[in-house]
């Protein structure tokens, strides 16, 4: 069963703040809130309210020995290990290295060129389902392939900007469509590009769809 | 860091951070001075934070140990796997308190925030990514204009919900507690799903306003 991607940023945030999303939905989530502050911000508020359900809550009967378990356990603590630094990946914030050092394989992490220009390091984690995760590279001023969606797709700017057919996207900043009639080719500015994308569906380009239309027109 | 005590009324007094509004911790009555848990929880988790003080630690768990599991309860789990994840929630407590920061984050929200990503943990067999404030690298400052006290205190937020239409109040609530989406919400009400949206957006366009009005 596939609960649909949230399609506003609102609702990302909010599904995030109550432990709603899948693995990947909330690695979006996390890259987001690591790179915007606003986001941070509208995070702050929905976390309140869940700090305020907990407030609210009754108290139930703990077992008598739930509390010296506890303290047991903060006197045997053993010394938290220092995370490695992350694999070599410039402009790529926090959460993502977390995902790149503790879930993938040096092996796993390639990057796939996907058309001139335009190069993909797929991150599907968790794949129940036709949801994907990848990182995607543009080359200064060049383009991805014209495609239509299925589904929602989110993109979040990690460095650089994209124009598209909706305007243009800077670092920091999340764009998501849910209008399959919506049809784009992001272009990637004069510093090239780095986004994390996440699609409900695989993408559709549109050179198939075209090529498709012909041969049944024959 | 001097904190409003519990007998100076807050008017005359007030505390040096608005997340210490509570002048004193949820539940604890007047009488109840042994084991400092008069004192708030902001400054309780301050203490545990700074000096690894236990006294403090104990009156947090007292007072939230037993919310927690309540709240843990309403997602399905049994009597034990509660109690396990309660620990689990402590046992973070007392590890990171250094960097719980009160002007940024009421003891409540805090907890709230290591409660959820421990029951995550606890259901899921993977790596769970979650945003830590470790990870902020800064690309996009907040919008000025925009922006509402980063702390959304515990008392104002009350009020804020308090406020609120008694659908709008539900629905909020239920989101935080169906791991549905808003489409199951609108089935489970009854209600359009373009009016489970449309309230939601509503509910929480009013706690913005709300937190801006209090703010100037």
């Known amino acids: 069963m596939t609960r649909p991607i949230p399609t506003t940023s609102e609702e990302l945030l909010m599904a995030y703040a109550a432990g709603r999303l899948n693995t990947m939905e909330s690695l979006l989530a996390a890259t987001l809130l690591s790179v915007n502050a606003a986001a941070r911000q509208q995070l702050a508020l929905y976390e309140a309210q869940g700090g305020h359900v907990l407030d609210e809550e009754e108290p139930s ?70 949801q994907q995760l990848f990182l995607m590279k543009l080359a200064p001023h060049e383009s991805a392939p014209s495609h239509r969606h299925d589904g929602t797709e989110i993109t979040l700017v990690l460095e650089g900007y994209y124009t598209d057919t909706l305007g243009r996207h800077e670092a920091g900043s999340m764009c998501i469509i849910t209008d399959n009639r919506i049809a784009h080719s992001p272009r990637a500015g004069d510093k090239g590009c780095l986004c994390l994308v996440l699609t409900a569906q695989p993408l559709r380009y549109r050179v198939i769809r075209q090529r498709f239309f012909t041969i049944f027109r024959r | 860091m001097v904190y409003a005590s519990d007998t100076i009324p807050f008017p005359l007094a007030p505390p040096p951070c608005a997340c210490l509004k509570n002048s004193m911790a949820p539940g604890a009555t007047q009488n109840d001075t042994k084991n400092g848990s008069s004192l708030p929880p902001e400054e309780l988790l301050v203490r545990i934070g700074k000096d690894k003080d236990r006294k403090a630690f104990v009156a947090l768990f007292s007072h939230y140990a037993p919310r927690i599991k309540s709240f843990l309860l309403k997602y399905g789990m049994d009597e034990a796997q509660a109690e396990e994840i309660v620990q689990n929630v402590f046992v973070t407590v007392w590890e990171k308190a250094e960097k719980y920061d009160p002007q940024k ?75 549905k989406p808003h489409s199951e919400i609108a089935e489970e009400t009854n209600l359009p799903l373009g009016t489970v949206k449309s309230r939601l957006r509503l509910a929480l366009n009013k706690l913005r306003n709300f937190m801006k009005r209090e703010d100037t």
């Open chain 2, 105 to 179: 984050a009421a003891a409540s929200t805090w907890l709230f925030t290591i409660a959820r990503n421990k029951r995550i943990d606890a259901m899921r067999k993977d790596k769970f990514i979650t945003f830590d404030s470790d990870m902020i690298s800064n690309t996009v400052p907040a919008p000025e204009k925009e922006t509402y006290a980063e702390t959304v205190t515990v008392e104002k937020l009350s009020k804020a919900i308090d406020s609120l239409p008694k659908e709008q109040a539900a629905l909020l609530r239920m989101s935080f507690f169906e791991d």
């Open chain 1, 61 to 130: 009967d703990l077992c008598h020995s739930c509390l010296e378990s506890v303290l047991q356990r903060i006197d045997d603590q053993p010394v938290r290990a220092v995370p490695t630094p992350c694999p070599d990946m410039p402009g790529v914030p926090e959460p993502l290295c977390t995902l790149l050092r503790e879930c993938m394989t040096p092996d796993s992490l390639c990057w796939k060129a996907v058309s001139p220009g335009m190069e993909c390091l797929p991150l599907t984690v968790d794949c129940a389902g036709p």
